[in-house]
C-alpha cells in the first residue's frame, strides 16, 4: 500500500467518526472541523514517515548482521608432491587448514563463492632443484573455465636449491563463481613441491573482504 493509499484511507476512516452525527451543511461551513482534519491527516502521514524511518533502519541493520555471520575463508597446501603435471591440470590442495563457511572443496581443489562480494587469493607455490635451466613450469589463479586466468606465477630456468613464486588477486565474484589453481604452461621435467619435513611448500587460501 502507498503512502497516499494509506493517508487517504485514514483520512476518509477519521472524517467519518469526527463529522458524525454533524449536518452536512455545518461540515461544509465548519473552519474548525476542517482544519481538525487537516491536523490529523497530517499527523497520520508523519507517522508513517517515522514507522517507514524505523523499517529501513531495521534493515540495513539486519543486512550488517547478515554480512558479519558470512565466514567465509580458506587455507590448504598440497600433501603429496606433483610430478611432471600436465598443462590444464587443477591443482588440488587436498589439505585444509581452515575452511569456513565450506566454500573450498579439497577433493576438486575449487573455491565457490557463495555471496556475491570482494575476494581475497593468495598462491605460493615451490619447487625444489631443477638440473635442466630451460624448464618452465606456470600456475594460473583461474575464474570459471579453463584458460580464465587472472594473476599467475612462475617456476622458470632455475638450478637454485629451491625456488618459490606467489600469485595473488583480489576479485569481484558473484554467487557460484569458481576458483582454482591450474597448470599452464610446461617446459622439461618438474616437482610441484608437497607437504615434507613437517612443512607445507605449495598452499594458497582465500577469503572474503566483504560482501556485497
Known amino acids: 500500500m502507498s503512502a497516499i493509499t494509506f493517508v487517504l484511507l485514514a483520512f476518509i476512516s477519521v472524517s467519518s467518526g469526527l463529522l458524525e452525527g454533524i449536518p452536512p451543511q455545518e461540515v461544509l461551513h465548519s473552519d474548525a472541523t476542517l482544519q481538525l482534519l487537516m491536523s490529523e491527516v497530517t499527523r497520520l502521514s508523519n507517522e508513517l514517515k ?7 533502519t531495521l534493515d540495513n541493520q539486519v543486512d ?4 558479519k555471520d558470512r565466514d567465509i575463508a580458506f587455507f590448504a597446501y598440497l600433501g603429496p608432491g606433483l610430478v611432471n603435471p600436465s598443462p590444464g591440470t587443477t591443482i588440488v590442495f587436498n589439505e585444509p587448514m581452515t575452511n569456513s563457511g565450506n566454500n573450498y572443496d579439497p577433493q576438486h581443489g575449487v573455491f565457490t563463492a557463495s555471496v556475491n562480494g570482494t575476494y581475497n587469493f593468495h598462491l605460493i607455490a615451490a619447487s625444489p632443484e631443477n638440473s635442466d635451466p630451460s ?13 580464465s586466468y587472472v594473476s599467475y606465477g612462475w617456476l622458470d630456468r632455475t638450478t637454485d636449491h629451491w625456488v ?3 600469485a595473488s588477486a583480489v576479485l569481484h565474484l558473484c554467487k557460484g563463481d569458481r576458483i582454482w589453481v591450474e597448470v ?5 621435467s618438474h616437482t610441484l613441491a608437497g607437504h615434507s619435513d613437517n612443512r607445507p611448500h605449495t ?10
Do not use: C, M, R
Request: avoid cysteine.
Open 184 to 188: 599452464g604452461a610446461v617446459v622439461g
Open 50 to 56: 517515522e514507522a517507514q524511518e524505523k523499517i529501513s
Open 164 to 166: 618459490q613464486t606467489s
Open 135 to 147: 624448464h618452465q613450469l606456470h600456475l594460473y589463479i583461474t575464474k570459471n573455465k579453463p584458460g
Open 203 to 212: 598452499y594458497w587460501s582465500g577469503f572474503l573482504i566483504h560482501a556485497d
Open 64 to 67: 550488517k548482521l547478515t554480512n
